[in-house]
């Protein structure tokens, strides 16, 4: 497939554009950093440039068969790049679109402690992928939204889905490596058509 990353050069951007790699899959990764990014490979086209600019956003998905969005910028970041890739989509495609998210705004799924915590350490980002999210589910397109509970740099092992009746908190965590598989699969199967889904190791 074809594939197009935003965030690409971050700390889950680079084990999932390695896994699409690996796996024969033909990726433009977007990345404002994008010297951070030093794979090399025929199959892989690095496109330096800000994920909140429509025109370079459009861009980047030409020709893509899936879009996937591991942006985990601090700032009012995520909505405003959200509706690029949107506008993007819409105009051209493609539909399919996977979002990595946080724990953190799946605000009815968190344990009670770990819901005041994160309102206090992180309140303008919540609001700002609350923002985002909202935008894409508004949108026709086919979208999954993937919480991940506390990320990690630990080693790739099998990701857990969260039930639905089950609530997180702070100690859950899960390695970017298995959130990359993940995405990865979401992407590529189809699984979670318009729905959310919490992850965690």
Do not use: C
């Not at 724990?103 to 309140?123: C, E, I, Y």
């Amino acid at each position: 497939m074809n594939l197009t990353v935003l965030g690409a050069a971050g700390a889950t951007g680079v084990p999932l554009v390695e896994q699409a790699i690996a796996a024969g899959h033909q990726v433009t990764a977007l990345a404002r950093s994008a010297e951070n990014l030093t794979l090399t490979n025929p199959n892989l086209h690095v496109a330096p440039g800000d994920a909140t600019d429509r025109a370079v956003v459009s861009q980047a998905m030409k020709g893509a068969d899936a879009v996937i969005s591991v942006l985990g910028a601090r700032g009012p970041v995520i909505a405003e790049a959200t509706r690029a890739v949107v506008a993007a989509a819409e105009q051209a495609g493609p539909d399919r679109i996977v979002m990595l998210s946080s724990f953190a705004v799946a605000r009815d799924r968190l344990k009670p402690v770990s819901k005041l915590v994160t309102r206090m350490a992180m309140g303008s980002q919540i609001k700002d992928k609350t923002a985002g999210e909202e935008v894409l589910r508004a949108s026709g397109l086919d979208w999954t939204i993937v919480y991940a509970t506390y990320l990690t740099d630990g080693p790739k092992t099998e990701p857990r889905v969260v039930p639905e009746t089950e609530k997180v908190g702070m100690s859950q965590r899960i390695s970017r490596a298995d959130v990359a598989s993940f995405l990865l699969q979401a992407a590529t199967d189809g699984l979670y058509s318009r729905r959310d889904v919490i992850i965690t190791g």
